[in-house]
C-alpha cells in the first residue's frame, strides 16, 4: 500500500496531481523531528525560501535518524503565499487537514529518498512510498535506548523533561555521571557532572529549564545572544557512575573529561 492509497482511506477527496510531498530532513539547523514533536511543524514548515508549495495540498514527511523511514507528520491545504520583507522568505498560509490527524506522528513511510530534492510533485514519487507501520500511538518521543547512544538537542530534552518520559526519567535519574554540551554553532564544549539524589534527570532538568543551569559561561553566553540561543546546545553522557559514588571521584573524572576536550582552554569551562 502507498502513501496515497492509505491517506485515501481518510480524505479521499486529495489526489497526487495536486499535491506536493515535502521531505523534511535535518540540515543542521532545527531538526523537523523536534519541531514536530513540540508541536510547532506547521508553522515552521510555512517559511519557505522559495515557493515550494505551489499546489493545492502538501503532505509532509520527516526522515527518522538519517534513514529511509520518514513519519507522516500531517496533510495540509495552501491557501495563500506572500513574500516577507522582514524574513526575506516566503510565508504560507496553511489549513491543517484534520481528516488526516489519526495518521500523524503515528504512519512511517519507507522511502528511499534519491536525490537532494525536498518538495516533490506527488504524481512522480508517490508509488515509491510505501507504508511501513501505524504506529499504536502518537510518536512523543523515543524510548531511552541507552546510555552509551544519549545526544539530544535541547528541543529534545525540553519535551523529555516537560512530559516527564518514564523510560528517560528512571534511567537518568538512576546514575550519577560526566556529561557533554556541544554548542552546535561555535564548537565550543563544556563539560559538567551529575552526583547525588536525581543524578543526571535533576542537573539536565536544571538546563532545560533556564538553558545555562547555573554555569557562568553558558550564562554569559546567552546574555550575549539571547535565551533562544540554547536551542544550539547537544547534550551527551560520556560516563556514568552509581549515584552512591563519591561526590570526589565523579569530580576526578570530569577533570579527567575537561583536559580530553581542553574545555578550560577553548570551551566553555571556566
Not at 565523579?250 to 569551562?269: A, D, H, T
Request: hydrophobic share 35%; with cysteine; glycine share 8%.
Amino acid at each position: 500500500m502507498n502513501i496515497f492509497e492509505i491517506v485515501k482511506i481518510k480524505y479521499p477527496i486529495i489526489s497526487p496531481e495536486e499535491t506536493k510531498i515535502h521531505l523534511a530532513v535535518w540540515s543542521g539547523e532545527d531538526n523537523p523531528i523536534d519541531v514536530f514533536l513540540n508541536g510547532k511543524f506547521e508553522e515552521w514548515q510555512s517559511y519557505q525560501t522559495k515557493r515550494n508549495f505551489q499546489r493545492k495540498y502538501i503532505l509532509a514527511l520527516i526522515q527518522l535518524n538519517q534513514t529511509d523511514r520518514w513519519l507522516f507528520a500531517g496533510g495540509y491545504i495552501s491557501k495563500n503565499c506572500i513574500f516577507s520583507n522582514k524574513d526575506l522568505c516566503y510565508r504560507y498560509d496553511t489549513k491543517y487537514i484534520k481528516e488526516l490527524e489519526y495518521f500523524s506522528g503515528k504512519l512511517v513511510i519507507k522511502y528511499k529518498r534519491t536525490g537532494r530534492q525536498s518538495y516533490l510533485n506527488a504524481e512522480n514519487w508517490y508509488k515509491n512510498m510505501l507504508v511501513g507501520e501505524i504506529k499504536p500511538e502518537k510518536m512523543v518521543i523515543d524510548d531511552f535506548l541507552g546510555y552509551c547512544k544519549t545526544s539530544l538537542s535541547k528541543a529534545k530534552l525540553d519535551i523529555i523533561i516537560s512530559q516527564d518520559i518514564d523510560s528517560w526519567r528512571a534511567a537518568l535519574s538512576s546514575v550519577s555521571g560526566v556529561y557533554l554540551i556541544t554548542d552546535r554553532i561555535s564548537g565550543k564544549l563544556y563539560v559538567g557532572s551529575a552526583t547525588g539524589i536525581g543524578g543526571i534527570w535533576q542537573r539536565w532538568r536544571e538546563y532545560s529549564l533556564n538553558g545555562h543551569g547555573g554555569n557562568k559561561e553558558l550564562k554569559a553566553i546567552l546574555k550575549e545572544k539571547g535565551d533562544s540561543y540554547s536551542k544550539n546546545f547537544q547534550f551527551t553522557i560520556l560516563e556514568i557512575a552509581d549515584t552512591h559514588t563519591s561526590i570526589k571521584d565523579i569530580l576526578n573524572r570530569e577533570s579527567y573529561w575537561k583536559k580530553v576536550f581542553c574545555s578550560n582552554e577553548f570551551g566553555y569551562n571556566n
